[in-house]
DNA sequence: GAAAAATGGATTTTT
DNA sequence: TCCATTTTTC
């Protein structure tokens, strides 16, 4: 298609419907694709077609001459953004060059990028990931002054929480704790230093964690009139998915962005929030209508996914809620097979009861990838994994540790990032203590005295330096040594995949061998790395890139696009991260009282609204069918074998949305497993 | 700095 | 119960 330009105040071309849009949508989301202009609110119900609707939106402005670079498209990953781009890419038959798409914190890190001086930022800042930050807190707390009472501090994961949460919700420490963590009222000073350490550890090695993409991105608009004015005005169109999960400061970036044009469009499901806990806000998408005045609101009720008797469990469950938006799901697939509730006796009847049933809908024509099991927490799955695994049927655990995070990707990596900021103390720890024989101590000391080195740090990695360190030590700087200078060489410097591969062939591939088990795997995983990092011509984009990118723990970088739709692989899932997805057939498990809703969440209306809002997305999932399992005991090992009560969610059900099923005795039950 | 012993925590999780 | 992390000890 020939991009079209438009004058600010001329008259839009006529469009023409090179896509077929009537075609393709029906009434409301066509509503929705023609007309949202001004700010709108979109409520969209599981399954309606919600990214659908926002894809021909953009198409719609696209062909209507909006300039790509004019449109911000913001979403929660990047795998959302990705399908997104693509999407519009291929309804309008051309690459959408410009189009502003991404996560919120894609985008911020972009606009800190363009502008970090303005922003007072190091035009090379570094982004730390969880990892980092974590650790760099814990450094933070070591270095406060001893007081008779540390020794109850929390520990570091839990104090970054804090911080984060109060960053994310605009929330000063003291109201995130006395809100969410009343009973560490008492550290709230000692929270503000370690907050005040680590702000000043990141300014000096020049880093930015995750909520600064957010936190500086704001204070950029607010400190900088011409940057604001600049992309204030550029973006004429502002549009945002998965609102609902949108937090306080991401709810006011797109408040100012949106303010010179005003046409800001936000898609979501007050239904679907199941975010708070880490500071998304429900209001944000309840409140709109009241901060946008004159906004329009479309609805989206129309279900294209499920059938009738899996929409009238889940209308009937959210209808127990009572802060929402009502709005109920109409279906277009009629009837089905009401959903089911199997007793079973434990969760090891419960593993055997579905891992039986999966096989026969296997043998009946289900394919496994057409299957899912859901659940509220991981180890509510570990039986079921032990028994999926005995009887040889493939499945995918979605979720644990993310591929950029694990050890053997970040020491690699930590070599690149000294290079790229040799402020980077975190990485020279890290690449440090790889060696034999320095610890943090030494990595300390070696840090510290190469920031003294006169000449820049490169002098450190010629020979003579550190000639005052014993042997031991010695060598594995010598070690180190050798790595960097293999990677500071004029033709590697600068090329990610070239720089890893010095990393490797310099003596970590030696170091995987010694340090992991599974070694062949891990060496596999750098390859694909390296593979990965050969798409990359800049250092820094690749550095950026690698900790702003979600994935996943057996997904190989470049299999995964390639392999997705074929695999035949049952899903595990968290409910969580089963948002958005669909599949034939959904189990749900631990069904009672104590695992869902969640026994933490028992006393809080708020929170006891969010987890039926999880339930709901987990029963809306389903297309055809849909089990929900409720083991009727459980073990606990500080009581032992307890009785579970139903969950609330299936007890205040109707008989009408719910058929309950006995499960048999298997008879292999006492079979006695030897390992 | 490494190994052994003790402690504590056990929801959800993207970037 | 079981794992990860921290503290203690050598």
Redesign the pocket.
């Known amino acids: 298609m020939v991009q079209k330009y438009v004058l600010k105040g001329a008259p839009a071309p006529p469009l023409d419907l090179k896509v077929g849009y009537k075609n393709a949508l029906n009434e409301s989301q066509f509503a929705v694709v023609t007309q949202a202009d001004g700010a709108c609110l979109v409520l969209a119900g599981a399954g309606s077609g919600k990214t659908r609707t926002l894809i021909y939106r953009v198409a719609y402005l696209l062909e209507k001459g909006v300039r790509p670079e004019e449109i911000l498209l913001v979403t ?4 959302a953004a990705q399908e997104m781009r693509g999407r519009v890419e291929s309804l309008l038959q051309t690459k959408a060059k410009g189009l502003w798409c991404g ?4 985008i911020g890190h972009r606009i800190l990028r363009r502008w970090a001086r303005e922003a007072g930022l190091k035009e090379h800042f570094g982004i730390l ?2 990892e980092d930050s974590r650790d760099l807190i ?1 450094t933070c707390i070591k270095a406060l002054p001893k007081g008779p009472s540390d020794a109850r501090l929390p ?2 994961g839990v104090v970054q ?1 804090i911080l984060s949460f109060s960053v994310n919700a605009g929330k000063t420490i003291a109201e995130v704790v006395a809100k969410n963590y009343p009973y560490f009222a008492g550290f709230i000073g000692e929270f503000e230093k370690i907050k005040q350490g680590y702000e000043e550890r990141k300014k000096r090695t020049g880093h930015l964690d ?2 600064d ?1 957010l936190f500086q991105w704001m204070g950029l608009l607010k400190s900088s009139e011409s940057v604001r004015r600049t992309l204030t005005e550029q973006f004429r169109y502002c549009l945002v998915d998965e609102y609902q999960d949108t937090n306080r400061l991401q709810h006011e970036l797109m408040g100012i962005l949106s303010c010179r044009h005003r046409n800001i469009l936000v898609v979501g499901d007050d239904a679907q929030s ?2 708070s ?2 500071a998304a806000e429900v209001r944000n998408i309840l409140d709109f209508p009241e901060k946008y005045e004159h906004s329009k609101i479309f609805k989206l009720e129309t279900n294209y996914r499920s059938t009738k008797a899996i929409l009238e469990l889940a209308n009937e469950s959210i209808r127990h809620n009572i802060h929402q938006f009502p709005k109920t799901l109409h279906n277009v697939r009629p009837g089905g097979a009401r959903p089911q509730l199997a007793r079973v006796r434990d969760m090891r009847q419960q593993a055997d009861f579905i891992a039986q049933r999966i096989s026969e809908m296997n043998e009946a024509g289900v394919g496994l990838s057409e299957i899912a099991v859901l659940f ?4 509510q799955a570990a039986e079921l994994e032990l028994e999926l695994a005995r009887r040889g049927i493939p499945y995918l655990v979605r ?1 644990g540790i ?1 591929f950029f995070e694990q050890a053997h990707v970040k020491d690699a990596l930590a070599y690149l990032r000294i290079a790229a900021n040799p402020l980077d103390e975190l990485a020279w720890t890290r690449a440090l ?1 790889l060696q ?7 990595a300390e000391k070696i840090f510290e005295s190469a920031g003294k080195e006169k000449g820049g740090f490169e002098k450190v990695f010629s020979h003579d330096f550190g000639a005052y360190f014993s042997p031991k030590i010695r060598e594995g700087l010598g070690v180190f040594k050798r790595t960097m200078k293999a990677l500071l060489k004029e033709e590697v410097n600068g090329h990610p995949d070239l720089m890893l591969e010095a990393v490797l062939e310099n003596g970590y591939n030696k170091q995987v061998l010694v340090s992991f088990d599974n070694a062949q795997e891990r060496l596999e995983d750098l390859r694909q790395l390296v593979n990965f990092a050969h798409t990359y011509k800049n250092l820094r984009d690749f550095l950026a890139d690698v900790t ?3 994935g996943f723990r057996g997904e190989s970088l470049l299999e995964t696009r390639l392999l997705e739709k074929d695999v035949e692989e049952l899903v595990l ?2 409910i ?2 089963a948002k958005g997805l669909e599949w034939h057939a959904v189990f749900v498990i631990s069904i009672s009282e104590g695992q869902f809703p ?1 026994a ?2 028992m006393e809080d209306e708020d ?1 006891l609204e969010e987890e039926r809002r999880l339930f709901y997305v987990a029963a809306t999932r389903a297309k055809e069918e849909l089990i929900l399992v409720h083991p009727m005991t459980r073990y606990d ?2 009581v032992g074998t307890v009785i579970n009560r139903p969950s609330l969610f299936v007890e205040e059900l109707s008989k009408r949305v719910l058929e309950e099923v006995e499960v048999e005795e298997s008879e292999e039950e006492e079979t006695i497993y030897l390992d």
């Open positions: 929660f990953t990047n795998k996560t919120f914190h894609h990931d969880e814990k520990k570091p929480s995750y909520d993409l199941i975010y806990f880490r509220r927490a991981h180890y979720g993310r203590t034999p024989g320095i610890g943090a101590t030494y702003l990118r979600e899932s968290t969580h991260q969640h933490k969440s929170q090992y500080s």
